[in-house]
């Protein structure tokens, strides 16, 4: 029931940064746990992170550790997604989602998507 729209996706080199954002509408954010996966072209939807209701706990993929940072603004209803030294390797559709029963790596668990933006990392 809850309303997803990505932004901030686009076109950046190798090593750039960029920082998507999710804007949730038709609930209350807190009542989520938030995530982002992402689906390169000829592949599977994987996930990227996860956070928790109040933003107090994050998980990462191996893949993004230390290079990716996941929060969320609950007055504002809004999650990012911080992308650092950003490889060739990231280029993918990346989406937010929202789930209400678990914290959760799994795509089954989540309940609501948004429609995906666009990253393309260029080398």
């Known amino acids: 029931q809850v309303q997803l729209v990505e932004s901030g996706g686009g076109l950046v080199q190798a090593g750039g940064s960029l920082r998507l954002s999710c804007a949730a509408s038709?609930?209350?954010?807190?009542?989520?746990?938030m995530g982002w996966f992402r689906q390169a072209p000829g592949n599977t939807r994987k996930f990227v992170a996860v956070i928790s209701w109040g933003g107090g706990t994050t998980y990462y993929a191996d893949s993004v550790k230390g290079r990716f940072t996941i929060s969320r603004d609950n007055t504002k209803n809004t999650v990012y997604l911080q992308m650092n030294s950003l490889e060739p390797e990231d280029t993918a559709v990346y989406y937010c989602?929202?789930?209400?029963?678990?914290?959760?790596?799994?795509?089954?668990?989540?309940?609501?998507w948004g429609q995906g933006t666009q990253v393309t990392v260029s080398s």
């Open positions: 989602a929202a789930g209400v029963g678990r914290y959760s790596i799994l795509g089954s668990d989540f309940d609501s």
């Open positions: 038709g609930g209350t954010l807190s009542s989520y746990v």
